[in-house]
């Protein structure tokens, strides 16, 4: 799943001019490495959050289905609205 920037390329380019400007194009690798690590270690904390919280709802006999029903019937609600405005979209 992808989290849409409202931001052009331009405006991309821009701001990685003013990166390279402010902290040199040497130092821009070790800042971009810096910010996956960083990254990386979030989304494994969440997913051991993720983990911890399922484990011990089965624990104590919560039922965790309800949530993948919900998705299921989500994502079954999004292509039913994509089946309907799909030949909207191509026609424009």
Not at 66 to 75: G, H, P, S
Request: proline letters at 3%; aromatic letters at 6%; charged letters at 35%.
């Amino acid at each position: 799943m992808s989290i849409p920037l409202f931001i052009s390329g331009g405006e991309i380019g821009f701001i990685v001019f003013i990166i390279v400007m402010v902290f040199g194009a040497d130092k821009v690798p070790d800042i971009a490495r810096g910010l996956g690590k960083g990254m990386r270690t979030l989304k494994n904390a969440t997913e051991d959050i993720k983990t911890e919280i399922t484990k011990s709802a089965d624990k104590q006999g919560i039922n965790t289905d309800i949530a993948k029903d919900m998705k299921r019937e989500i994502d079954e609600a999004k292509k039913n609205i994509e089946d309907i405005t799909g030949p909207v979209k191509r026609k424009f």
